[in-house]
């Protein structure tokens, strides 16, 4: 994509293809400053954080591929993209691309049946059938009762999906932040529960220094306030603040030169700001606060700027912000320590709410115990079956071998009288001797 091609807001903010490079701190001589007329690479698509931006990003890069499609969506405003007018444009896109969007859904098709297999086999085990049809349908960025081709309504649903799911992005991002405020503050009291009153009275301490050094700071100007974009043209791009001039400012940080800060090139600017308040060599700042402050200051200027809610900041947007009185003002920001996120009764509730899981999982705990101790009761009557099963084959083994031992010693005994098997023994008679029969009867008297 040439300097001039920019899929503007399209492919930049409505479905979050981001594509720009971070503005980068730049130093000229403002005696040198020049348009920039060259050519530029095409910048790297950043992930937009939801779950099918590969597939969203894939299915822009081919529709841009198509001479007609690209014409569309770049005269295409915003309001008409929405209500699915460009979405229409799908069927005059070339059979070659069609095709291709066909194979690249029937993937992303492919990759949701696996990922709700794995996530089924992972909690209810193999043992039942997956319904896949109905639970694709959780997945609105798809046409499911059509999973073999990419049809308008696969590129309507697209859309829609994104537009939504981008909007609602940082709103999300704010309520995880803000649940991890109130875990840090949770552990600090927990902790403070282990503690002796020595030992706590020190913490508090500690803690209240350290949210001190943290609050000490230099003013920081207000996002997108005169002041603000001096200080980066003075600081960060090395020019005369006297000679600061909105103009050349935005061509100097809209990186990717298509007339637009994006959501990433504001974010850059605001980078001397924050270092005035957060270091990551000291203990008292947290980097991920820094992260949220960054957002909160890209919301605010998005809010005064973007007039036409499209998430992008036009050079126009840009030029009637800057006549605007509130441009001159130096006020300061009032940043996240001056604006705390959440009340005491939100972390009431938050703490009512883990001390509800951590009893759900000690029943879950205790339960499992139990099912454990179950499963050991019945190892154990197993082993003894199975042990008994082994004495009663070993005896039977035992009888046998005894039974057959006797057989053979019967049949041998009967083989060393010369009798035939099987032939019985007569009692032999006893014989009177011929001596006694011949004596006369007169010795006898």
């Known amino acids: 994509m040439q300097r001039g091609e920019a899929s503007g807001p399209w492919g930049l903010v409505l479905l979050g293809l981001c594509l720009c490079v971070q503005s980068v701190p730049i130093t000229l001589d403002k005696a040198n400053i020049q348009p920039l007329e060259q050519d530029l690479e095409p910048p790297q698509s950043t992930d937009t954080g939801l779950h099918y931006d590969r597939y969203l990003r894939e299915v822009i890069d081919f529709l841009e591929k198509d001479q007609h499609f690209r014409e569309k969506l770049h005269n295409t405003n915003m309001e008409d993209i ?3 007018k460009l979405a229409k444009e799908l069927d005059f896109v070339s059979h070659h691309l069609r095709t291709q969007l066909d ?3 029937r993937h992303e098709m492919n990759r949701l049946r696996m990922l709700i297999k794995a996530k089924q086999d992972l909690s209810k085990g193999n043992d039942k059938s997956i319904d896949h049809l109905s639970l694709l349908k959780q997945f609105e960025y798809l046409n499911h009762m059509n999973p073999h081709t990419f049809e ?11 537009t939504s799911d981008l909007e609602n992005f940082d709103k999300e991002r704010h309520e995880e932040f803000k649940k991890y405020e109130m875990m840090k503050e949770h552990e600090r009291r927990e902790r403070l ?33 005169k002041d603000q974009l001096k200080e980066v043209w003075e600081e960060a791009d090395g020019l005369d603040p006297n000679d600061f001039d909105p103009k050349t400012f935005f061509k100097l940080h ?4 298509d007339g637009y800060f994006d959501e990433q090139e ?11 308040v ?5 203990e008292e700042d947290d980097m991920l606060e820094m992260e949220e402050e960054r957002l909160r200051m890209k919301e605010h200027v998005m809010t005064e700027m973007d007039t036409d809610n499209d998430r992008l900041i036009s050079f126009d947007e840009y030029l009637v912000a800057t006549n605007k009185k509130d441009f001159q003002e130096q006020n300061s920001w009032e940043t996240l320590e001056q604006n705390p996120m959440y009340t005491e009764e939100e972390m009431r509730q938050f703490e009512e709410l883990l001390s509800h899981q951590e009893n759900e999982l000690e029943m879950k705990k205790v339960e499992l115990q139990r099912q454990r101790e179950e499963l050991d009761r019945q190892q154990a009557q197993l082993n003894d079956q199975k042990m008994e099963l082994q004495q009663a084959v070993e005896h039977m083994g035992i009888l046998k071998a005894g039974k057959a031992q006797g057989q053979a010693e019967d049949k041998g005994h009967g083989a060393s009288l010369g009798s035939p098997p099987g032939a019985q023994q007569l009692p032999v008679q ?12 007169s010795v006898l008297s």
């Open 254 to 257: 809209d990186s990717n030169g």
């Open 266 to 276: 504001l974010e850059a600017l605001f980078t001397k700001e924050l270092e005035k």
């Open 82 to 84: 929405k209500q699915g």
């Open 152 to 162: 308008v309504e696969d590129l309507d649903r697209l859309i829609k999906s994104a």
């Open 193 to 225: 529960k282990t503690m002796d009153d020595e030992q706590r009275r020190r913490e508090e301490e500690r803690y209240e220094d350290m949210r001190r050094k943290h609050a000490d700071h230099p003013k920081v100007h207000h996002p997108g306030s």
């Open 278 to 282: 957060y270091d990551p060599k000291n």
């Open 430 to 441: 006893p014989q009177e001797s011929h001596q006694q029969q011949d004596v006369p009867v």
């Open 103 to 105: 194979d690249l859904k």
